[in-house]
């Protein structure tokens, strides 16, 4: 079935209900929601359609167009170089990668193409325990899949597995206590934007999805960030969001310009931007947390007034956010979820732990009046959405540990691991 690329450009309606897409790590509508009901329940024998071994190291989300599903990942080679530009504090290991876009069949989990991007040593390591060199997850157009290995390079690849070009960002980042990079890019119709937040020299800069051909680059006075941008069009202008430490942003795609911008975040913003009506929703976690709902319409630099609502409270540090029927969910890395009304701040609840003191850096997705919510304990949590705390079930997978977040597409939830990509099937 063909389905327009200026929807899947803006990723601002929902996909009609059941069909098999899920474009981009947050889902047809870039908010964590799927249009189709998933299992309920599922373990190690129970409601498991497939599961495959993923070779070498990948915290990215699998992405779905179709009768496919597309993971990154990056394979040692087994060559251990000494690198020119090594960072004390980077946790990954000197050794030259391979990094790969994989091609499998969504209804059968057999590989259909492998494709290598390239083969290169990195100069500097990842967060030891939920980093890798393969963290940032594609987004496809129907036509080819875009990957983002940050210093190593974008690249275009079509769904056969034909390399269409490829983009040498000619910097290499330097990340926030060698954590590694992982900022996905976000496509505006014929634009395909990355944001390059790092300790220095910050930046975003712009590509022609067609050719690669560089638009734009403009400098960000930010330090490390990994908040995927928000793509959305308002009174007929399309701008992308961009969440910082300094300021929330936004710019227009075609060129660069800078629209507006409004300080208020804390350090180290990672979860998505999300939009809720006239409303942008922005969120930071570790030092100074904050949710800063902003009203769109503003041009320069926003007043107080552009400000809906804010809290300081059930703000989440890794996992992006959930918008779900006017309702803003937020989970923090212990496993604290809370429910709040995206147009008023209200909190129906707040802070409410999960089973267990669940630990987590994936971040949930929403389907059929559940949301859902890995662990790195192999567990998902259902809670029931809504503006009441209820856990519905919760289903493990043994020895298996969760920190890429899940996707889903035609009813089928598929979960990756450090090990495995699962795909669990409908059922009860």
């Not at 967060?127 to 496809?140: E, I, L």
């Not at 505006?188 to 930046?203: M, N, R």
Request: with cysteine; glycine share 10%; aromatic share 10%.
């Amino acid at each position: 079935m063909h389905v327009s690329l200026s929807l899947l450009a803006l990723l601002s309606a929902p996909l009609v209900q059941g069909e098999a897409y899920w474009p981009h790590w947050r889902g047809p509508s870039a908010n964590g929601v799927t249009p189709t009901a998933l299992a309920h329940h599922w373990s190690d024998t129970q409601n498991v359609r497939w599961v495959v071994p993923t070779p070498g190291r990948g915290a990215s989300t699998p992405v779905i167009w179709g009768e496919q599903v597309f993971f990154t990942t990056a394979v040692p080679t087994g060559r251990a170089l000494e690198r020119a530009d090594s960072n004390s504090s980077a946790s990954g290991a000197p050794e030259e990668q391979s990094f790969e876009l994989h091609a499998l069949d969504r209804r059968t989990g057999a590989t259909r193409w492998k494709s290598v991007a390239r083969v290169a040593t990195p100069h500097e390591g990842y967060h030891k325990s939920y980093g890798s060199f393969a963290s940032a997850a594609p987004v496809t157009d129907g036509e080819r899949v875009y990957v983002s290995f940050g210093s190593q390079g974008l690249y275009a690849i079509d769904l056969a597995g034909k390399l269409a070009w490829s983009f040498d960002p000619r910097v290499k980042l330097a990340m926030r206590n060698g954590f590694g990079e992982g900022l996905a890019p976000v496509l505006a119709g014929e634009v395909l934007v990355q944001v390059c937040d790092q300790e220095h020299d910050s930046f975003a800069f712009a590509l022609d999805k067609r050719t690669g051909k560089e638009l734009w680059r403009v400098p960000r006075d930010e330090p490390s960030t990994w908040a995927t941008p928000l793509v959305t069009e308002f009174a007929g202008v399309t701008q992308v969001v961009t969440a910082g430490t300094t300021r929330v942003r936004s710019y227009a795609p075609k060129t660069g310009e800078l629209l507006w911008e409004r300080g208020g975040l804390g350090l180290n913003a990672i979860p998505a931007v999300l939009r809720a009506g006239d409303l942008v929703l922005c969120m930071s976690g570790y030092r100074d947390p904050r949710i800063l709902a902003l009203k769109l319409g503003g041009r320069g630099a926003l007043p107080d007034e552009a400000i809906a609502w804010s809290s300081t409270q059930g703000c989440a540090y890794t996992a992006s956010p959930v918008l779900d029927d006017g309702l803003y969910y937020t989970v923090s890395d212990r496993g604290l979820l809370s429910c709040f009304d995206a147009q008023t701040g209200e909190a129906h609840y707040l802070e409410e732990r999960l089973p267990r003191g669940s630990a987590l850096k994936s971040s949930p997705i929403a389907a059929g009046g559940f949301l859902y919510l890995p662990t790195e304990a192999g567990e998902v949590h259902l809670v029931k959405l809504g503006p009441e705390f209820e856990v519905a079930a919760t289903n493990t997978l043994s020895d298996q540990v969760f920190v890429a977040s899940p996707a889903a597409a035609a009813g089928d939830l598929f979960l990756r691991s450090w090990t495995h990509l699962f795909c669990i099937q409908p059922g009860g």
